[in-house]
Nanobody
Framework: DVQLQASGGGLVQPGGSLRLSCEAS????????IGWFRQAPGQEREWVSC????????TYAESVKGRFTISRDNDQNTVYLQMNSLKPEDTAVYYC??????????????????WGQGTQVTVSS
């Protein structure tokens, strides 16, 4: 079975940093692009970032560009999201996701077939 396990969330003050991890299993990890989404209470799920299967191309939402960095370790079947200069508006549950149709510019949640369980990020003083 395809499994995506997101972790690394927590409570951080504005301006702080967190690194999220997404550990994958059950599929050929190095053949899939991986994306991160987030969802705040009462809001739609929002695409954050995506990384190509060979780590050579990354894309970011404008709201996080320059502050977040996505990377992957294909030996460890893990994708990371380094989040710096966090703002209160970054508060959300963060999800990693993938699918057969996903490429690095896929931003629509419906195009992703497999989702992790989410990890809560709260930015507050």
């Amino acid at each position: 079975d395809v499994q995506l396990q997101a972790s690394g969330g927590g409570l951080v003050q504005p301006g702080g940093s967190l690194r999220l991890s997404c550990e994958a299993s059950g599929f050929p990890f190095n053949e899939y692009a991986i994306g991160w989404f987030r969802q705040a209470p009462g809001q739609e799920r929002e695409w954050v970032s995506c990384i190509s299967k060979h780590d050579d191309t990354t894309t970011y939402a404008e709201s996080v560009k320059g502050r977040f960095t996505i990377s992957r370790d294909n030996d460890q079947n893990t994708v990371y999201l380094q989040m710096n200069s966090l703002k209160p508006e970054d508060t959300a549950v963060y999800y990693c996701a993938t699918g057969e149709r996903v490429v690095v510019v896929t931003t629509t949640p419906l195009q992703y077939d497999y989702w992790g369980q989410g990890t809560q990020v709260t930015v507050s003083s």
